[in-house]
């Protein structure tokens, strides 16, 4: 089990922006803010989540060189639906539009996106149509 994640960004506003409208669907906020001076080597981070838990973090450190993925499990289809239109709204690229994939389970309903880094990020959902 996932505790949490966290990744670093290239553009730490602009990402914390962006988390904050595309996960609103997810009934995501921002739960927590730390400053670089706080033992985080000059680099704020973020921590985003719900019932006052933060499990996805972003820090300002650059970016990756590689592809990161990370799915998020929703309680609905529609919070699926939502999810992709806020990102959209709020700059991401599309990847794959909610959809289907019956090989993973019958139920298996997500979307996936590209977030300001170039990061897939999607939200699943196992509950049946």
Same mark, same amino acid.
């Given at each position: 089990?996932?505790?949490?994640?966290?990744? *670093?960004?290239?553009?730490?506003? /602009?990402?914390?922006?962006?988390?904050? /409208?595309?996960?609103?669907?997810?009934g995501?906020?921002? %739960?927590?803010?730390?400053?670089g001076?706080?033992? /985080? +080597? @000059?680099?704020?981070?973020?921590?985003?989540?719900? @019932?006052?838990?933060?499990?996805?973090?972003?820090?300002?450190?650059? +970016?990756?060189? +590689?592809?990161?993925?990370?799915?998020?499990?929703?309680?609905?289809r529609? %919070?699926?639906?939502?999810?992709?239109?806020?990102?959209?709204?709020?700059?991401?690229? *599309?990847?794959?539009? &909610?959809?289907?994939? *019956?090989?993973?389970?019958?139920?298996?309903?997500?979307?996936? %996106?590209?977030?300001?880094? +170039?990061?897939? %990020?999607?939200?699943?959902?196992?509950? &049946?149509?």
């Amino acid at each position: 089990m996932i505790d949490h994640v966290g990744f *670093p960004v290239s553009d730490y506003e /602009r990402s914390k922006a962006f988390y904050l /409208r595309a996960f609103a669907p997810l009934g995501y906020s921002l %739960i927590m803010e730390v400053s670089g001076d706080e033992g /985080r +080597g @000059n680099m704020p981070a973020a921590g985003f989540g719900k @019932n006052g838990k933060p499990d996805f973090w972003i820090r300002g450190e650059g +970016g990756l060189s +590689g592809i990161l993925h990370v799915a998020l499990t929703v309680d609905s289809r529609k %919070i699926v639906d939502e999810f992709y239109d806020a990102a959209l709204a709020a700059g991401a690229k *599309p990847k794959n539009p &909610p959809h289907t994939i *019956p090989q993973y389970d019958p139920n298996y309903y997500c979307a996936m %996106i590209w977030d300001p880094d +170039g990061y897939n %990020i999607e939200a699943a959902c196992y509950a &049946p149509a």
